[in-house]
């Protein structure tokens, strides 16, 4: 089979068969490829250290959990003359705290993410027969500057299997939305053709339905009360006609009960395609304490391929981007509070975090601290790890 990767640059996703496998393919390239084809912003004359060395080392340090410029170069100062060679680094010292920062902060970080992004889409895998991507937005509040506002970035998370499929950076988190549709379109629709997009309520629009259904995906929205007059003519249905299917799952200290009805979508509704409406009562209990939450759905896939327990499952698998990619680096990589702000660093540190968490993922790591601190341990861990992605 040829590459999937024959053009990373133009940061769309080839449509290859590679993409079809219900289980992880053969990406084909090297991540050490991919890391090659980053444009190098240095002027050429006195380079004392080749970028894809310099990127490889970062990479690897953060895989051990480096949080700063100082980690990364403290992780590297440890490695020895034949570690550095296996990374591309030819002289016997490692780069310093300074290059780590002035090359990081002078990469085009929209590159870096394109060139990821494909490198990542091919590990993607299908759920009882679609791919399920979810799309939210993150600020990174420690890299706010003087009167700057922080970096958000918008991000697509593969359901299955917890790896970032694509990130895009926005001046703020009101431009969110049209930067969904961005990242969307950033795609090459063969490779979301089948899939399911789940989004949170702020991206319940119209425009955003579009773009989804011309890409041959279907979408699936949560409305809540920031749109009350849609939310109350759902609320409106005759709910209480409808028959329920119910789902329980203990954990962490609580119970939670989740009941979801289904009806076909009204003709007024005015997404395009909207096939199915939903309704979803979760009643969770804590020490003791209940709780209950009702929302309302809206998808365009159809009941011969969605049923409600394969809805229930898209709306609560969305929350993943949450917990397991914005929670982790902020938790384990500390990222709110990262003094990083020097110029593309931030989301540069940002995709290099995501590129950890989903190398982790894909290595069977379900823990990422832990699997951070095992890398840490001994340096031919993370560059193993790096060399075989």
């Known amino acids: 089979m040829a590459s999937s990767r024959t053009s990373v640059v133009g940061a769309r996703v080839p449509a290859t068969a590679e993409h079809h496998r219900a289980d992880r393919p053969d990406r084909g390239v090297a991540l050490v490829q991919v890391l090659a084809r980053v444009p190098d912003p240095r002027a050429r004359r006195g380079l004392r250290h080749p970028l894809v060395g310099v990127l490889a080392v970062a990479a690897c340090a953060v895989l051990a959990g480096a949080r700063s410029f100082a980690a990364i170069a403290q992780w590297a100062a440890d490695l020895d003359v034949a570690d550095l060679a296996r990374l591309g680094l030819t002289r016997a010292s490692a780069p310093d705290e300074a290059t780590f ?6 990469l085009d970080a929209a590159v870096v993410d394109a060139l990821l992004a494909v490198f990542l889409w091919t590990a993607t895998r299908v759920m009882a027969g679609r791919r399920v991507i979810a799309i939210d937005g993150k600020t990174v509040r420690g890299a706010r500057t003087g009167q700057g506002s922080a970096p958000h970035l918008v991000a697509a998370l593969d359901h299955a299997t917890g790896t970032v499929l694509g990130q895009l950076a926005v001046a703020a988190r009101s431009n969110e939305i049209p930067a969904v549709r961005t990242l969307l379109a950033s795609f090459d629709p063969a490779a979301l053709r089948g899939a399911v997009i789940t989004v949170d309520a702020m991206h319940t629009q119209t425009d955003t339905a579009a773009v989804i259904t011309t890409a041959g995906a279907d979408y699936v929205f949560t409305v809540k009360a920031n749109q009350p007059r849609l939310h ?5 249905l005759p709910w ?3 028959p329920a299917r119910t789902s329980t799952q203990t954990g962490h200290g609580r119970r939670c009960t989740r009941t979801i009805k289904v009806l076909t ?12 409406v939903a309704q979803i009562r979760r009643t969770t ?6 709780t209950v939450e009702v929302v309302y759905l809206i998808t365009s896939a159809e009941a011969t391929t969605a049923s409600p327990e394969a809805i229930t499952a898209w709306v609560q698998g969305h929350w993943a981007i949450e917990n397991r990619c914005h929670w982790v680096r902020d938790v384990t990589y500390d990222e709110d509070r990262s003094p990083i702000r020097t110029g593309n ?5 940002a995709t290099l975090r995501n590129l950890a968490i989903s190398l982790h993922r894909l290595s069977g790591a379900t823990n990422i601290a832990y699997a951070c601190r095992h890398h840490a341990a001994r340096p031919d861990r993370p560059i193993t790890l790096l060399l075989t992605s």
């Open 101 to 106: 920062r002035r090359v990081l902060a002078g």
């Open 265 to 276: 979508a009204p003709t007024w509704i005015g997404f395009t395609a909207a096939a199915q």
């Open 285 to 290: 209990t804590r020490a003791g304490k209940k």
């Open 240 to 242: 209480h006609d409808v």
């Open 345 to 349: 660093a931030p989301q540069v540190m």
């Open 232 to 236: 109350a003519q759902l609320k409106a």
